[in-house]
């Protein structure tokens, strides 16, 4: 009987890590599809707007229990809630007005990469051969994609400007993760994540006003208004706790590993919504990162 149950948590651990990445592979939709409807400071601002107010009934009682820890620790919020919540995904935004939704979700799956070359740099952790391998197969696979397969353009910087934001964007969510790891003893994720949705929304809001003074019409309509509903709530929210229940299931490598998969859910949405084309370039460069990552996460399972 136990391992029946053991099954089926496994099994339910993979359809939540699988929920969670189809979800989050719709932002990467949003960001294209209204790329021409809705500015992307905007966007960004109304969904963190929808998410704070969607989460803080859920989340407030812990804000309130930890609120000493998070007065303490003020300036870790502040950092962690810009490159977390007030650049990353504007970043992702104004990515989506010049590049594809599967290139978007490409280039996002190569942070871990990013987070093992600065955990060398901060932490003076190792880079071991077989992580060597996975990093260059991984650099090798996204300057595949953003050249289009020829990468001697590199020397002309005559690539898509969406890919290169996005890129900025895996970066910054590679320092931002590293942020998460030392998060003060004694804080809770939810009050972490509200204290950050808000935090993050208040340094957009000066972007958003600036942005709001140089257009001259409003973006809220019958199709952006549901797009933001989906990104402040599914994106921000349900992906959340999905993502937190598979990790509590299977572990946070096996459910990693699920997230890689974000490329395949971002490619079949945007050919279902988007029309966008899926070439061998996309096949050969999710290979290359697949590949990439695998070596790195199968060697990080040796030495433990």
Known sequence: MSDTLQTHSIFAGYLFAIGATAIWSGNFIVARGLSDSIPPVSLAFYRWMVAVVVFTPFAIKNIIQEWTIIKKHIGYFSITSFLGITTFNTLIYFAGHTTTA?????????????????????????????KGIGI??????????????????????????????????????????????????????????????????????????????????????????????????????????????????????????????????SGFLGYLFLHETISMIHFFSMALIFSGIVTTNHESKTVK
């Open 102 to 130: 599967m290139n978007l979700s490409l280039i996002a799956i190569s942070f871990p990469i990013f987070i093992i070359i600065f955990s060398r740099f901060l932490y003076n952790e190792l880079i071991t051969i077989k």
């Open 136 to 265: 260059v197969l991984v650099l090798v696979g996204v300057l595949f994609l953003i050249t289009k397969g020829e990468i001697a353009t590199i020397l002309n910087i005559s690539f898509t400007i969406g890919d290169l934001w996005m890129l900025i964007a895996s970066i910054i969510f590679a320092v931002y993760s590293l942020f998460l790891k030392n998060k003060p003893d004694g804080l809770s994720i939810k009050a972490l994540q509200l204290s950050t949705f808000i935090l993050g929304l208040f340094f957009l809001l000066p972007f958003f006003i600036y942005e709001q003074t140089t257009v001259s019409q409003s973006f809220l309509n019958q199709t952006t208004i549901p797009a933001i509903l989906y990104v402040g709530i599914f994106a921000s929210l349900c992906a959340f706790v999905l993502w937190n229940k598979s990790i509590v299931m299977l572990g946070p490598s096996k459910a990693g590993m699920v997230y890689y998969t974000l490329p395949l859910f």
